[in-house]
């Protein structure tokens, strides 16, 4: 298959849209991270989706929608909480997961009785959504495993032939995936992997509980609140490894590991006292969110073998460039208390 290369103008726009309706595969931009488009009512096109990812047939595939009032034709309730959320963060980076009706196949859910709704805010998804008529499923245009793409060209390296088209709309404003919540009851929301709504946000309209495999890796035999919970996630080819200390005690770990192939992740301003082979991420948390996909790509580039990364920190969108990082280090975390 040839892979098209389209632009951000109405016309490619239109093209894209009647792609995902006759059934095709899109990438196109968001402001989270790229999505892989397809019509999730579409059982044939979801199941592409699935296999030009590689991506297990049990982690549910996300719908996006133009608006929230849509949300009760695809799902069988909607607790008064989801509204109240709806109304702050939708359009934006908040997944809502909620349970689905049989508008919804199963294969699109993963096998679920829910389905994970959001609205993008970025006008290219949004149009493309709105023309298409579809509900749009769209996991990040990666290939499973991989950091997911935050520009055009990164979903052309994955999906290059296996898809029909991508839409180059430049860098993703936030760089990591939305905020995905569950409901335990009609109070009370559940963090299932963080993004650019943070727990201090969501906080203000509803009591908070963040999932303990936010920031922890699955116990042998419990059963994940989300499928992707239990897969290895946005890691490199390298082996990464976290570390928490002082940059003093970083230099001093990088020194002793020190070879060919080693790079490290460290925040900006660290470089002027670092001796070793580097990549800077950023100065706060949203630089760090912006960038953190983009550096592992570029350190695979590079032939890195081992990551070392000054670990983040983890408030507001800190949380998920932490969850992100720990999932890419398979939970590997150096700590080194001052
Ligand atoms: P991605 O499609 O790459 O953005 O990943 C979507 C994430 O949302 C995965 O970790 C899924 O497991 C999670 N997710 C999607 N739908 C649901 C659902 N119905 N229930 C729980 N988690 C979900
Ligand atoms: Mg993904």
């Not at 402001?31 to 199941?47: F, H, S």
């Amino acid at each position: 298959m040839n892979t098209i290369l389209l632009e951000n103008n109405i016309k490619d726009i239109i093209k894209a849209a009647e792609m995902i309706k006759q059934g095709k595969i899109v990438g196109i931009p968001t402001e989270t991270v790229y999505g892989l488009c397809a019509d999730a009512r579409n059982e044939e096109a979801v199941k592409a989706v699935f296999r030009a990812k590689g991506r297990p047939a049990d982690n549910p595939l996300i719908v996006h929608l133009a608006d929230f009032s849509q949300a009760e034709i695809y799902t069988s309730y909607i607790p008064d909480i989801a509204y109240r959320l709806a109304e702050k963060f939708c359009p934006g980076a908040l997944t809502m997961v909620l349970p689905k009706n049989d508008k919804i196949p199963m294969i699109t859910s993963g096998g679920l009785e829910t389905v994970g709704i959001r609205i993008p805010s970025h006008p290219v998804m949004h149009e493309v959504i709105k023309i298409s008529g579809c509900p749009i499923a769209a996991p990040s245009a990666n290939i499973s495993g991989l950091p997911s793409p935050t520009c055009a060209e990164h979903v052309i390296r994955d999906m290059n032939g296996k898809i029909s088209a991508v839409i180059n709309g430049g860098e993703s404003q936030f760089g990591v995936e939305s905020t995905v919540i569950s409901f335990d009851n009609e109070n009370r929301a559940r963090i299932l992997r963080p993004g650019a709504v943070t727990k201090e946000m969501l906080f203000d309209i509803c009591d908070v509980v963040v999932d303990s495999a936010v920031l922890n890796d699955l116990a042998d035999g419990a059963e994940a609140t989300s499928p992707g919970m239990k897969y290895k996630h946005y890691s490199p080819c390298a082996d990464v490894v976290m570390v928490e200390s002082s940059l003093e005690d970083f230099i001093n770990l990088v020194n002793e590991n020190n070879r060919d192939n080693v790079y490290s992740l460290i925040f900006n301003g660290d470089e002027k006292t670092f001796p070793f082979r580097y990549m800077t991420y950023g100065s706060d948390s949203s630089e760090q969110a912006h960038y953190i996909f983009r550096r592992l790509r570029e350190l695979d580039d590079m032939g890195a073998e081992k990551i070392f990364v000054r670990s983040p920190d983890t408030e507001g969108i800190g949380l998920a460039v932490y969850n992100r990082l720990i999932r890419s280090a398979g939970f590997e975390v150096i700590r080194i208390k001052e």
